[in-house]
T-cell receptor, first 112, second 112 residues
C-alpha cells in the first residue's frame, strides 16, 4: 500500500530564503506526482505535475524534482516571500486512473 | 482558467438532515471528484464521476451518495447527516484521468 510522507510538518523561514520541501513515497511504481498549495480554509491550487518519466518541472520560482528510484520528490522555492505562506501538499498517482494518494502537507510560514 | 465553484463556503446542519453540496465546473471536464479533508487524516476520496450519470465509489463512500445529471455539475448528498460528517468538503475536476485536478474553494460543514 502506497504511503506518502511529508517532513517537516511545519517550517518557518525568513523572507528571501531559498527552501526545499520534501515528499517521500514507499512504492516507486508511480504514474505521476503533483504538488499543490492550500491557503487556510481554502481549496487546493495545483502548482506542478511531474510525469514518472520526467526528472523535474519548473514554474517561476518553483522547481519540483522527482527521483522515483529513491521514492522522493522535492519542491524548491527560490527567494521565498510572505505570500508563499501556505500548506504544501504532494499527491502521488499510482496509475493512469484517477486515484491520488495525498501526503499530510508541510505548513510553511515565511516571516517578513 | 479552470473555475470550480461550490455552492456554499460554510454550512451548519442538524443530525439527521439531508444535505446537498453542489459543485460546478466551467471547463467541460469529464471527471469530477468529491473529497473530504480532516486534520490528521488528510484528503480522502468519497466519490468520483467520469461521465454524466457515471460514478465510482472512492475510499470512504459510506453515508454519502452523488448525482451527476449534467456534465458541469456534481452533487454530494448526505442522506442523513451525522456529527462524524463534520468536515471540509472539496470538489475537484480534471480533463483527463491522472492529470491535474482543479479544486473548488471547499465547503466547511458542521453537523450539530
Amino acid at each position: 500500500k502506497q504511503e506518502v510522507t511529508q517532513i517537516p510538518a511545519a517550517l518557518s523561514v525568513p523572507e528571501g530564503e531559498n527552501l526545499v520541501l520534501n515528499c517521500s513515497f514507499t512504492d516507486s511504481a508511480i504514474y505521476n506526482l503533483q504538488w499543490f498549495r492550500q491557503d487556510p480554509g481554502k481549496g487546493l491550487t495545483s502548482l506542478l505535475l511531474i510525469q514518472s518519466s520526467q526528472r523535474e518541472q519548473t514554474s517561476g520560482r518553483l522547481n519540483a524534482s522527482l527521483d522515483k528510484s529513491s521514492g522522493r520528490s522535492t519542491l524548491y522555492i527560490a527567494a521565498s516571500q510572505p505570500g508563499d505562506s501556505a500548506t504544501y501538499l504532494c499527491a502521488v498517482g499510482m496509475d493512469s486512473s484517477y486515484k491520488l494518494i495525498f501526503g499530510s502537507g508541510t505548513r510553511l510560514l515565511v516571516r517578513p | 482558467d479552470v473555475k470550480v465553484t461550490q455552492s456554499s463556503r460554510y454550512l451548519v446542519k442538524r443530525t439527521g438532515e439531508k444535505v446537498f453540496l453542489e459543485c460546478v465546473q466551467d471547463m467541460d471536464h469529464e471527471n469530477m471528484f468529491w473529497y473530504r479533508q480532516d486534520p490528521g487524516l488528510g484528503l480522502r476520496l468519497i466519490y468520483f464521476s467520469y461521465d454524466v450519470k457515471m460514478k465510482e465509489k472512492g475510499d470512504i463512500p459510506e453515508g454519502y451518495s452523488v448525482s451527476r445529471e449534467k456534465k458541469e455539475r456534481f452533487s454530494l448528498i448526505l442522506e442523513s447527516a451525522s456529527t462524524n460528517q463534520t468536515s471540509m468538503y472539496l470538489c475537484a475536476s480534471s480533463l483527463e484521468l491522472a492529470e491535474t485536478q482543479y479544486f473548488g474553494p471547499g465547503t466547511r460543514l458542521l453537523v450539530l
